[in-house]
């Protein structure tokens, strides 16, 4: 089975920290992604990478940043927190090659809170 | 891109098969149809998807009509670990990436 963990399921930061969020997964997939879901608003994406220190900003990248150097590693940085960034995140990998493309597998999901 | 169609709600007793319909009655011929499931306070979960035959795997089965315009998701016997909502999405091949997701069915199985 295809596992998919996040470094903490539930975090609390104060505004201004800086915030790391790392996703690792196991099935050697290319494509990694990192959502935020907010009710009302639904899934929305950050930032996806489809290779080793590739990246492509998602919808909404503005406060955040991410590293990849490994394959199997994708870490999310929030650089200075803020309330506004309190949301259960989400990540995801997939392959690249033949399809589906949206066949991804979802970790667990970590709820941050910024107070 | 195609837009779905799922109800609100639905209950289903436990040991039961559980049907959910889904509307895609847009859909172009490139776009296949998927299904994910979120468990309270879970990350989603890949279910299945197909394009035009019918498809079964360990989880569920999906029935798309001959003209894919509506498709149906079974769970063949519902548990209470069933309990969540699911996602009915409709996306073409060669799109980007990005996963979004309608309101979806919440499914309550019943003891």
């Known amino acids: 089975d295809v596992k998919v963990t996040q470094s903490s399921r539930y975090l609390v930061k104060r505004t201004g920290e800086k915030v790391f969020l790392e996703c690792v997964q196991d099935?050697?997939?290319?494509?990694m992604f990192w959502y935020r879901q907010d009710p009302g608003l639904g899934l929305r994406l950050i930032y996806f990478s489809y290779d080793v220190k590739m990246k492509e900003k998602g919808d909404i990248p503005e406060g955040y940043s991410v590293s990849r150097e490994k394959k199997e590693r994708f870490s999310l940085i929030l650089e200075s927190a803020s309330t506004n960034q309190t949301s259960m995140y989400l990540c995801?990998?997939?392959?690249?090659?033949?399809?589906?493309?949206?066949?991804?597998?979802f970790g667990p999901g970590t709820r941050l809170t910024v107070t | 891109d195609a837009k779905t169609t799922q109800p609100p709600s639905m209950d289903c007793a436990e040991g039961r098969a559980a049907n959910l319909p889904c509307n895609h009655s847009?859909?172009?011929?490139?776009?296949?149809v998927y299904w994910y499931r979120q468990i309270h306070s879970q990350g989603p979960q890949y279910i299945i998807h197909g394009l035009k035959n019918n498809e079964t795997n360990e989880m569920a089965s999906l029935i798309i009509t001959e003209d894919r315009k509506s498709s149906t998701l079974i769970l063949p016997h519902a548990t209470l670990r069933d309990t969540a909502v699911y996602y009915c999405?409709?996306?073409?091949?060669?799109?980007?990436?990005?996963?979004?997701f309608g309101a979806g069915t919440t499914v309550t199985v019943r003891a």
């Open positions: 099935m050697d997939h290319e494509n």
């Open positions: 995801a990998s997939s392959f690249t090659y033949g399809e589906p493309k949206y066949e991804q597998y």
């Open positions: 847009t859909i172009s011929g490139n776009e296949y």
């Open positions: 999405i409709v996306e073409p091949l060669l799109a980007d990436y990005k996963l979004s």
